[in-house]
């Protein structure tokens, strides 16, 4: 039963950190967990959270911690958050970029259009 309750907690974590889990995923599978393994399904851990913002250096220490052997329901909840913040912060950084270069691109072809207007 032990190796069973650290293979859930294994694919949990990584189900997380890969993103295939959003915050009702995990919740869903804690649950499953819980009703498993009752008293068993978590290891105690006591997380001690970061103030946000939290960033990519923050997760990779959560990680590093659940490689280690954190497996408290808090701690994945935790790691859960993280991970999503995280990937939030990714997606807009990525939009904003996305979003300046299209600016670059309709000033050049705008500039190139009264360039072609003015020489006619």
């Not at 915050?23 to 946000?52: C, H, I, S, W």
């Not at 913040?85 to 299209?102: S, T, Y």
């Amino acid at each position: 039963m032990i190796n069973d309750v650290v293979d859930a907690q294994y694919d949990l974590g990584k189900s997380i950190l890969s993103g295939q889990y959003n915050r009702e995923k995990t919740l869903q599978e804690l649950d499953r967990m819980e009703r498993e393994f009752g008293e068993y399904a978590f290891t105690p851990y006591r997380v001690n959270k970061k103030e946000k913002p939290w960033g990519q250096d923050y997760l990779d220490e959560l990680t590093t911690e659940f490689r280690l052997g954190a497996g408290s329901k808090e701690f994945f909840l935790h790691l859960q958050e993280v991970k999503e913040e995280v990937d939030r912060k990714k997606r807009n950084f990525k939009l904003a970029v996305a979003g300046c270069i299209a600016g670059i691109v309709a000033i050049i072809v705008l500039a190139a259009t009264i360039i072609t207007l003015f020489r006619e």
